[in-house]
């Protein structure tokens, strides 16, 4: 799965101290295959508890995580749209990346200096929403130009992409991200034809104060934050980019002791991870043998075969039947044998959506 989260922010929000924490706590890269990556692609390992359980359950010789990416986007400025500061290159690369993790500023401190003179993370939010506006209304208008003269020659391909292009422009017009309209899935074709900036998902980051990671309900810029992206049916994670660099650096027993002492269950970064993961409609399945208990990612709504085919093209083309255990099952039933013996697991075939939390073992013949 080569989808990659886009980590965007105006100047001294956090960023680069928060991706600086993604490439501290990255993933062994020996354990992922043509994980050559440039500098600004961090790498982590997707957390889940039920790898640890199955681990338990089978004892295998080794565990693998699935895992994740973070591309690190140049800065934005107002401006961006039309080239100011580093525009054009914050624009090619949020192109290149699947989802955005926009990160706000919402602590103050008189020692980091905010480009506008003062915190107000909704300007700052909608600084970086407008210029990727402003982007995409340029090329909307771009493609009208084009498929309008198309249209007034009655090429019904054209008339139909007309009215699509239309109604985005309208809602671009109107300060409406993409993402924000409403289309039908031939129409969502066509809009996705035209690679949009604003039809990417969006997350965004409230990256607060140390003494207030614990408890984040009662800062204001928080609450303006979740109020914003509650209207734009947008998740917030909050995070303390200058602790999450600190967690970063310990593991195991020191790492939930320093959690304990903050006051939380788990690190933003965790949650950050998570929540970009599913941002993208990801999920995981499981292998589970003596050899090797390994996590993997699937795209949900892909099928047996599919899924087969992120372990090797092999299976996907030889794919004979998944032999699949739902995972609350198997580790009610205690062991893949006991499963069995309770009829928990199942022989599916080549229509068969796999599930978050299939523990599967795949037949082929090539």
């Known amino acids: 799965m080569a989808l990659t989260a886009g980590i965007v922010g105006l100047p001294n929000v956090g960023k680069s101290t928060l991706f600086n924490a993604i490439t501290q706590a990255g993933a062994e890269s020996a354990n992922y295959p043509f994980c050559t990556i440039d500098p600004n692609v961090g790498i982590v390992e997707v957390p889940d508890e039920r790898l640890q359980k199955l681990t ?114 309208a809602g671009l017009e109107a300060e409406q991200p993409a993402r924000a309209l409403e289309f039908t899935d031939e129409q969502m074709r066509i809009v996705k034809g035209l690679h949009l900036l604003t039809v990417k998902p969006m997350l965004y980051v409230a990256n607060v104060g140390e003494d207030e990671v614990a408890d984040a309900s009662n800062n204001p810029y928080v609450q303006k934050v979740r109020e914003y992206a509650e209207k734009d049916s947008s998740e917030v994670i909050v995070v303390c980019a200058k602790i999450e660099s600190e967690i970063a650096e310990l593991e195991g027993e020191e790492k939930e002791m320093f959690l304990e002492e903050l006051g939380i269950e788990e690190s933003g970064l965790d949650q950050l991870i998570r929540a970009s993961y599913h941002l993208l409609g990801l999920a995981t399945y499981f292998t589970a043998g003596e050899q090797e208990v390994r996590a993997w990612t699937f795209r949900k709504g892909m099928k047996a075969p599919q899924c087969a085919g992120v372990i090797h093209t092999d299976f996907e083309r030889g794919f004979i039947r998944a032999e699949t255990v739902a995972y609350d099952d198997l580790v009610t039933s205690g062991s893949m044998t006991a499963a069995k013996e309770a009829g928990k697991v199942r022989l599916e075939g080549k229509e068969y959506l796999v599930k978050d939390g299939d523990v599967m073992h795949f037949r082929f013949n090539v």
Request: hydrophobic share 40%; aromatic share 4%; with cysteine.
């Open 56 to 169: 338990e359950l089978v004892n295998p010789k080794k565990t693998v995580p699935t895992a994740f990416e973070f591309t690190d986007i140049a800065g934005i400025v107002k401006g961006a749209s039309k080239g100011e500061g580093l525009g054009n290159k914050f624009l090619s690369h949020i192109r290149q990346v699947d989802a955005i993790c926009q990160v706000v500023r919402c602590f103050a401190d008189d020692n980091i200096t905010h480009v506008s003179g003062k915190v107000d993370p909704i300007a700052d939010i909608e600084t970086i929403n407008l210029e990727l506006i402003l982007a995409d209304l340029e090329t909307v208008d771009k493609r009208v130009d084009r498929v309008a003269k198309l249209a007034k020659q009655k090429d019904k391909d054209a008339v139909y992409e007309h009215e699509v292009l239309v109604k985005v422009k």
